[in-house]
């Protein structure tokens, strides 16, 4: 018997965008043998997503296995891997959550007191071309690696872009940026642009987001909330180390990241707590010409307030637990 211990209530805000203003959910790997119309640079083996599959690496993700049968075996398929087991994770995986409260508040007075003009005043092109360059999108979606001086019209789910040859420097979309560090697409560090894609396959998330609080979108004239307002972020992957934890950890927490110094992720990167008498330097770096700029003193816009590991099991499996 099941019982419900609580609920959390979740919602698509308009155009899919997440509190912060920003649509949401675009950039997202295709499975191997499902999307074969996708583009070959986004098609990610099948193993990064189930288990029971080959993974980027050519080996079988770990599974669950049983040391003791019991109930109706004959409903769970052997280990592929051939150690004669019964495998309960085949066609399953592993889901992370995250209940993440998104600062909106804190988040435009930032954005707006950086880019104010001379006398003072409010410049919201500026201010949203800033927050722009923090998340690598436009608020509609445009990628910055194409449309990097102005937001096109519309609602875009453009993801047909590189980084490598036309932005290398960064000068389009910054490196620190949180798009492009969690995603790093044709240009992972130094590599060219094919070892570069074939390295990033191997880091990536199938992820869903629902919001929840107050229905804002926020802008940098409308941001005051009502209570806390935040994301349920949820993702998908076979292997928890090697893809949300090494985006998380490698990617979007490391301050060093593309020979950056004191940059962590601008939107969901955590802060360190300085020791007592130390001033802690937390930037954004924009990549420009003649000299690079630099935002200092980022506050912490995104909040994790709880989260957890689930295993996924497929239907499969849910089907011989019942026979236990």
């Known amino acids: 018997q099941l019982e419900v211990i609580k609920a959390m209530d979740g919602n698509l805000l308009e155009d899919n965008k997440i509190h912060l203003g920003f649509r949401d959910g675009i950039s997202q790997p295709r499975i191997e043998g499902i999307d074969s119309d996708a583009h070959p640079n986004n098609i990610v083996a099948t193993g990064e997503f189930l288990l029971g599959y080959k993974n980027e690496y050519g080996v079988y993700p770990d599974a669950p296995f049983m040391n003791k049968e019991q109930g109706d075996v004959s409903l769970l398929p ?157 993702c998908v992957n076979a292997d928890i180390s090697d893809q949300f934890e090494f985006i998380q950890h490698t990617w979007a927490n490391f301050p060093r990241f593309q020979n950056l110094y004191d940059d962590p992720d601008p939107i969901t990167g955590t802060r360190d707590i300085p020791m007592t008498g130390e001033q802690l330097i937390q930037n954004f770096t924009v990549q420009a010409e003649p000299v690079n700029k630099t935002y200092s003193n980022l506050p912490q816009f995104v909040t994790v307030k709880g989260g957890a590991y689930f295993f996924l099991p497929s239907i499969t499996t849910i089907r011989y637990l019942s026979t236990i």
């Open 78 to 234: 052997l280990d592929p891997g051939g150690s004669g087991k019964r495998n309960l994770g085949v066609d399953g995986s592993y889901l992370v959550y995250r209940k993440m409260e998104e600062k909106v508040d804190q988040f435009w007075e930032y954005i707006n007191e950086q880019t104010k003009t001379q006398n003072g005043e409010l410049d919201i092109d500026e201010s949203v071309k800033l927050a722009s360059k923090m998340v690598g999108r436009w608020p509609n979606g445009s990628p910055l690696a194409k449309y990097p001086d102005k937001m096109p019209d519309g609602v875009s789910d453009d993801d047909d872009f590189g980084y490598q040859p036309d932005d290398k420097e960064g000068l389009k979309c910054p490196f620190g940026s949180h798009m492009r560090r969690c995603n790093p697409r044709n240009a992972f560090e130094d590599n060219n642009p094919r070892l570069s894609i074939k390295l990033t396959k191997k880091h990536r998330i199938i992820r869903r987001g629902r919001s929840y609080g107050e229905p804002l979108v926020s802008t940098p004239t409308d941001h005051v909330t009502k209570g806390e307002i935040g994301l349920h972020f949820m």
